[in-house]
């Protein structure tokens, strides 16, 4: 009687062919959410400044994404920023981080 042949050789290359594009998948999904949160942070603070800057009755700049609105002695900022995926290709995919921020309007500024 023959015994069936238990050979493993092959396995290691296929368990490698499959493993190295899940990692690899893996990581460029880290990457875009890092990108994510430190666009986050970057428009946050930017809201703040033209917040802060509104409410003090300062000129801001024409920045594209940037909205300001002061209403009720409030200064209200919204700042819209894309972040595209990391790979060409995904193409022109991208996602739109909103950050929002509110400063007090300061006495004497506005009638």
């Known amino acids: 009687m023959r015994r069936p042949r238990t050979s493993d050789t092959g396995s290691v290359l296929l368990e ?3 493993a190295i594009p899940v990692l690899l998948a893996v990581t460029v999904a880290l990457v875009w959410v890092a990108s994510l949160g430190a666009t986050y942070v970057r ?3 930017a809201a703040q400044t033209a917040a802060r800057q509104a409410a003090r009755g300062a000129a801001l700049p024409d920045t594209d994404g940037l909205s300001v609105s002061v209403a009720g002695g409030l200064a209200r900022a919204v700042v819209v920023r894309p972040v595209h995926l990391p790979l060409p290709v995904f193409g022109q995919l991208s996602v739109d981080v909103t950050a929002e921020a509110s400063a007090l309007v300061e006495i004497g500024v506005l009638p």
């Open 43 to 45: 428009a946050l603070d």
């Open 16 to 18: 490698t062919a499959i």
